[in-house]
């Protein structure tokens, strides 16, 4: 019989039971769907619980995943990356400071920022002819030191009480260089520096007495004793023009013979065609510049 169920007749509650049934299914459903996570972008997302919102923050990386919540995970921090070491001061930055004047008479940095450099982070032996004694001793040692981080260093010095009040006043430069007393001019002496230094060196510097004399016997027994591929320096030039150091601002005229006519000669030398008989190591010189008052040679490699 139609309207019937186990030859029953379906009664009103049945009816009034399945409605608050179904009621109570929409509300737990509707009370989920508000449970939801609300997103602004790059901003902190929020829950809705009941009527206010609760901040939501997303896991940080790496365990973050890609979730509902925060679209994305926020982006990794940007890889480390150390900072390049500073360049350390230039040779006439360091000269500056240690009050030399080799840069703040003269102006030498045009020679030696060009030579230098590129001896700067190798082992250099280096020899130094006078420490600066009536003029503030010692300004160059600490130049030399400051320079290159891993030098050889020696010293001759013509004045004695100079040199030992020098030392006297500071003990540790007796351990950071090899100091002669004597005179440059004297090949005896010259040649007991080489043999005690064992010569070899990169880098000789004549700024000793400036005389004709001391400058050209220091060159003829102290060239020799530079390596190949190594430079001596003249400075003080202009002494070759001044009659208290034998020089003469006539010499050509004069056929005087001071350190500039020597240089000249030299330079002839560099040249096959030239006539102007051979001076001693003319073969062993690569080139020779010059500058203000300074002049470099450069030793042959072969």
């Given at each position: 019989m139609a309207g019937t169920l186990n030859n029953s007749p379906l009664r009103p509650s049945f009816f009034v039971a399945a409605l608050v049934a179904v009621s109570f299914l929409w509300l737990a459903y509707s009370q989920g769907q508000r449970s939801v996570l609300v997103s602004n972008n790059n901003t902190p997302s929020e829950t809705v619980q009941g009527s206010r919102l609760v901040p939501h923050s997303c896991p940080k990386p790496p365990e973050c995943p890609v979730c509902p919540a925060c679209h994305a995970c926020p982006p990794p921090p940007p890889p480390h990356v150390e900072k390049p070491a500073p360049e350390p001061p230039s040779w006439y930055e360091l000269a500056a400071a240690a009050g030399t004047d080799k840069v703040n008479f003269h102006h030498y940095e045009n020679l030696y920022e060009q030579y230098l450099p590129?001896?700067?982070?190798?082992?250099?032996?280096?020899?130094?002819?006078?420490?600066?004694?009536?003029?503030?001793?010692?300004?160059?040692?600490?130049?030399?030191?400051?320079?290159?981080?891993?030098?050889?260093?020696?010293?001759?010095?013509?004045?004695?009480?100079?040199?030992?009040?020098?030392?006297?006043?500071?003990?540790?430069?007796?351990?950071?260089?090899?100091?002669?007393?004597?005179?440059?001019?004297?090949?005896?002496?010259?040649?007991?520096?080489?043999?005690?230094?064992?010569?070899?060196?990169?880098?000789?510097?004549?700024?000793?007495?400036?005389?004709?004399?001391?400058?050209?016997?220091?060159?003829?027994?102290?060239?020799?004793?530079?390596?190949?591929?190594?430079?001596?320096?003249?400075?003080?030039?202009?002494?070759?023009?001044?009659?208290?150091?034998?020089?003469?601002?006539?010499?050509?005229?004069?056929?005087?013979?001071?350190?500039?006519?020597?240089?000249?000669?030299?330079?002839?030398?560099?040249?096959?065609?030239?006539?102007?008989?051979?001076?001693?190591?003319?073969?062993?010189?690569?080139?020779?510049?010059?500058f203000a008052e300074i002049c470099a040679f450069t030793k042959a490699t072969i």
């Open positions: 590129r001896l700067r982070n190798q082992h250099v032996k280096f020899l130094e002819i006078g420490l600066g004694c009536g003029m503030g001793p010692g300004k160059s040692h600490k130049l030399w030191r400051e320079y290159f981080p891993d030098i050889d260093l020696y010293f001759i010095e013509f004045e004695k009480i100079c040199l030992e009040e020098l030392l006297g006043n500071n003990t540790h430069m007796r351990s950071e260089a090899t100091f002669y007393n004597g005179d440059q001019a004297d090949p005896v002496f010259l040649e007991h520096v080489i043999q005690k230094s064992g010569g070899n060196f990169d880098v000789v510097v004549d700024d000793g007495g400036h005389t004709m004399q001391q400058q050209m016997v220091s060159f003829a027994h102290l060239f020799p004793a530079v390596k190949p591929g190594g430079v001596y320096i003249i400075e003080d030039l202009h002494t070759s023009y001044l009659p208290p150091y034998h020089g003469d601002p006539d010499a050509v005229a004069n056929h005087t013979n001071t350190t500039m006519e020597m240089i000249k000669l030299r330079l002839d030398n560099l040249h096959p065609a030239s006539n102007t008989p051979r001076l001693p190591s003319a073969d062993d010189i690569l080139r020779i510049d010059c």
